[in-house]
C-alpha cells in the first residue's frame, strides 16, 4: 500500500476534555435522576428540561468523542495544545468536581435564622383584597384541614392573613422544629422550607405551635402533628397558634422542600 494513501491522525486534546466535560455532566444528570435527587437542586415543574439537556447532552457528546483522533491534515499549522486553554475548562471541571465530592446536604433548621422565618411574623405585603385566595372555599367547608406539599403556601398564607376564619378547625401537617426568640418554654415554630426556582431562594415558612412537651424536641426534629388553630399574641401582633393533640416524631421526607406555585 503506498505510504501517501495512509492517514495519519493525530490526538486531539481539546477534543478529549470537552469529551470528558460532557460525559461528566451527562453522568450527574442520570445520578440525580435515578436517585431521585434532582429536587433538591431544581424545581420540579423544570425536571422534564433537565432531563432533555441530558438528552441533548448525548449527540454533543458524541460529537467531541469522535473527533479526539482527527486526520493529521486538518490540523493547522504549528497547531498545538495551548496551556492558556486550562482555564477556559477550568470552571466546568471545577463544578463536576464539587457535584460529586460535596453531599446532597437539605437545608436545616440551623439556617433558618439566617433565611429569616417567612412564618406567622412576615405575611406578604398585600390588602385582602389584592391577594388571591384559591383554596379559601374548599378550606372553609372543612373541619378538618390536612397541610399537603402542593398546597403548603396557600394554606400557610391563609393562616396568616385571614386567622379568624380557622379558628377552631383542625390542622394536620409535618414540619421541623425550630425554636424563634421571643417564645414560651411549650411553644415552637413547625417549619418547611419553600422553593420558588431552586434552593439558593428557599424561605422557611411555618406556624407557631403550642404543646406541653414542646421543650423535648430539638431544632431540626421532624414532626407529625395534629391541634386546633387558636391565636396568639407574639411579637407585637396577633399570629396563628397550633395546640397541639397529637405529635409523632417522623422521618426527614426524602423530599424535604415544598414548591410554590406562583
Same mark, same amino acid.
Given at each position: 500500500?503506498?505510504?501517501?494513501?495512509?492517514?495519519?491522525?493525530?490526538?486531539?486534546?481539546?477534543?478529549?476534555?470537552?469529551?470528558?466535560?460532557?460525559?461528566?455532566?451527562?453522568?450527574?444528570?442520570?445520578?440525580?435522576?435515578?436517585?431521585?435527587?434532582?429536587?433538591?437542586?431544581?424545581?420540579?415543574?423544570?425536571?422534564?428540561?433537565?432531563?432533555?439537556?441530558?438528552?441533548?447532552?448525548?449527540?454533543?457528546?458524541?460529537?467531541?468523542?469522535?473527533?479526539?483522533?482527527?486526520?493529521?491534515?486538518?490540523?493547522?499549522?504549528?497547531?498545538?495544545?495551548?496551556?492558556?486553554?486550562?482555564?477556559?475548562?477550568?470552571?466546568?471541571?471545577?463544578?463536576?468536581? +464539587? @457535584?460529586?465530592? *460535596?453531599?446532597?446536604?437539605?437545608?436545616?433548621?440551623?439556617?433558618?435564622? !439566617? $433565611?429569616?422565618? =417567612?412564618? #406567622? +411574623? @412576615?405575611?406578604? *405585603?398585600?390588602?385582602?383584597?389584592?391577594?388571591?385566595?384559591?383554596?379559601? !372555599? $374548599?378550606?372553609? =367547608?372543612? #373541619?378538618?384541614?390536612?397541610?399537603?406539599?402542593?398546597?403548603?403556601?396557600?394554606?400557610?398564607?391563609?393562616? !396568616?392573613?385571614?386567622? =379568624?376564619?380557622?379558628?377552631?378547625?383542625?390542622?394536620?401537617?409535618?414540619?421541623?422544629?425550630?425554636?424563634?426568640?421571643?417564645?414560651?418554654?411549650?411553644?415552637?415554630?413547625?417549619?418547611?422550607?419553600?422553593?420558588?426556582?431552586?434552593?439558593?431562594?428557599?424561605?422557611?415558612?411555618?406556624?407557631?405551635?403550642?404543646?406541653?412537651?414542646?421543650?423535648?424536641?430539638?431544632?431540626?426534629?421532624?414532626?407529625?402533628?395534629?391541634?386546633?388553630?387558636?391565636?396568639?399574641?407574639?411579637?407585637?401582633?396577633?399570629?396563628?397558634?397550633?395546640?397541639?393533640?397529637?405529635?409523632?416524631?417522623?422521618?426527614?421526607?426524602?423530599?424535604?422542600?415544598?414548591?410554590?406555585?406562583?
Amino acid at each position: 500500500m503506498n505510504r501517501r494513501s495512509r492517514k495519519r491522525y493525530r490526538f486531539d486534546f481539546d477534543a478529549f476534555i470537552r469529551a470528558l466535560i460532557l460525559a461528566g455532566f451527562i453522568c450527574l444528570f442520570i445520578w440525580l435522576i435515578k436517585t431521585q435527587q434532582l429536587s433538591l437542586y431544581v424545581n420540579p415543574q423544570f425536571s422534564s428540561l433537565t432531563q432533555i439537556t441530558c438528552y441533548l447532552l448525548f449527540p454533543m457528546f458524541i460529537s467531541q468523542a469522535a473527533t479526539i483522533f482527527r486526520p493529521i491534515y486538518t490540523f493547522k499549522a504549528h497547531h498545538g495544545y495551548n496551556h492558556n486553554l486550562i482555564w477556559i475548562y477550568a470552571p466546568f471541571i471545577f463544578v463536576l468536581g +464539587l @457535584s460529586f465530592a *460535596v453531599p446532597s446536604n437539605t437545608l436545616n433548621a440551623n439556617l433558618v435564622n !439566617a $433565611k429569616g422565618l =417567612n412564618s #406567622q +411574623l @412576615s405575611a406578604p *405585603v398585600v390588602t385582602q383584597y389584592e391577594y388571591p385566595r384559591p383554596l379559601a !372555599a $374548599k378550606l372553609h =367547608n372543612l #373541619q378538618s384541614i390536612e397541610v399537603t406539599d402542593p398546597d403548603y403556601t396557600e394554606i400557610m398564607s391563609e393562616l !396568616a392573613l385571614y386567622p =379568624n376564619d380557622y379558628i377552631n378547625k383542625e390542622l394536620i401537617m409535618t414540619g421541623f422544629v425550630f425554636n424563634p426568640p421571643g417564645i414560651t418554654n411549650n411553644q415552637f415554630s413547625l417549619v418547611r422550607y419553600v422553593i420558588v426556582c431552586c434552593p439558593s431562594d428557599a424561605l422557611p415558612y411555618g406556624v407557631l405551635c403550642e404543646d406541653k412537651s414542646a421543650n423535648k424536641y430539638k431544632d431540626g426534629t421532624w414532626l407529625s402533628i395534629k391541634g386546633i388553630i387558636k391565636q396568639t399574641h407574639f411579637d407585637g401582633g396577633v399570629v396563628p397558634l397550633i395546640k397541639i393533640s397529637s405529635s409523632q416524631p417522623v422521618k426527614e421526607p426524602k423530599n424535604p422542600y415544598v414548591f410554590s406555585p406562583h
